[in-house]
């Protein structure tokens, strides 16, 4: 499909209108024209074929003209004059956060800048800021923007990792039916993003599974090939590395290239003070194997309990890790219900209805819809007239829908003056109530949560430190104040599971594990796919050592309710 081809050409032709200075609103068709094209499910080829193009809503003649001739010939006229004159190395500057085209075009034609390297001197050096329009502030979020851009370069998100290893597994089972093949490395641990993809597998037929590997669809280069590893990089620019190793190895093999590396340094130091000697073959004394081929068996020879992987980053798990003394971590499914999801209401594309059927089909007992409120008019937030609306629709569906409840929740804003978007006397309404800080990110963050959670229809603080990962560094708080407050107030922290965001982060959830805070996983989701990402919230909450009765998802419905604030 050609689908994302044109989604990122219009979008760059949209960028380099705008450095240009071009037509307002033949920037803002471009950008229209990207958004439909992203979200279309069918093939705009086989679309072009059945001359309905111009069914689509924001293309019109001149944008379908050049998807045909994009079609026909791999190319469009028009958008390579454009670009032509334009270095390529500035237009890629764009994917840095808080640089867009008019930032761009007025650092280019004032300091002749035209790479990363050349902005960052400028920005150091002072010249950046003193141009109009700039500043300190200014120059200072560039900064992070570079910063965030290159650990993006670096390292992928869980979720896109996470799929291309699920896709690469089922490719390799179906042309060669193997049984063992798993990920290990930084993706089974469950970190946030991943760096590369580590694959393990147990075969006695080598060159057969090699050469399947290498010849995986979606491989844009083969990095190294031999007789028992290969590695190749993908098309979205990840390296994959698969080893090959023997079934009585398979479980060192698996624990050492799980890691981390410093886990791993701690456990080779025990098995040395106890004279033996463990790598990626086995754990041994003298040159016999006394295990290997699974992991329980090398933890529990080195007088150790088996440690999940999430736990792995030497935070203290091999101190604790005596028989009995690992906590049990919360499992995926004992997850009764997703805290946190948007209806069409406000600004999702699923259904109150739709949400709830997926919803049965993930085995959940209860849902909470939480829509924006009334002043997060860029998310369509709800006017109080369609919040009763919407009560009632819910009161419908928990009537047709029997097997879960559909619990009425809102998203409520905490504005920037500290007060919460709609008065008690609406609040008190819901069944569950998350305020968020959205707008005025700076403006006393800390002070503003410690009003809202001193309210006592606020239930949960949602994604408490408003990072995301790939873009924005977060609000400027004091986290040791406001988990204190929640402590106090008995207010729910959120770990919001949204690939994106996993905030709380694995650490703050471990924190606010020891200060007795409960936690509160949603999705966020603003489709029904989305539903899905709770394997990412319940990831994190394992590598913060969270337990079940640490998260409130695991409660029945009737015990969720009974523990919020009185
Ligand atoms: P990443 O890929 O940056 O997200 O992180 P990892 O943890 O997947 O790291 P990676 O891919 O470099 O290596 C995979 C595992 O192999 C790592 O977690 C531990 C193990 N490993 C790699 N290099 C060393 C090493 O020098 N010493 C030890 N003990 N283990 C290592
Ligand atoms: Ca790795
Ligand atoms: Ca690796
Ligand atoms: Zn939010």
Redesign the pocket.
Known sequence: MKNQELVAIFERFADALEFKGDNFFKILAYRKASRVLNELTDDVAVMHEKNQLHTLPGIGKAIADKIIEYLNTGHIRKYEETIADIPASLLDMLEIPNIGPRTLAIIYHQLKVKTINELKKNIKNGRFAKLPGMGDKKAANIMKGIELYKRSLE?MSIAQASDIADDLIEYIKSVIGIEKIVP???LR?G?ET???I?ILACTKYNKKLLNTFIKYPGTRQIVAAGTTKASIITDDGMQIDLRIVRATSFGAALQ??????AH??KL?NIAKARSMKLNEYGLFKGKKQIAGKTEEGIYRRLGLAMIPPEMREDRGEIEIAQPGNIPKLVDRSEILGDLHMHSSYSDSEAKIQELALRATKLGYKYILIADHSKSAYYAHGLEIDRLKKQWQEIDRFNRQIPEITILKGIEVDILPNGRLDYPDNILKQFDLVIASIHQGFNRNATERMITAMENRHVDIIGHPTGRLISSREGYTIDINKIMETASITGTWLELNAFWDRLDLNDIHLKTAKDTGIKISIGTDAHSVEGLDWIKYGVATARRGWLEPEDIVNTYTLDRLLRSRKK
């Not at 050492?256 to 590396?261: A, D, L, N, Q, V």
């Open positions: 390292r290990a490395g930084s641990r970190k991943v760096g590369d580590d050492y290239f799980t890691g981390s590396k791993n340094i080779r």
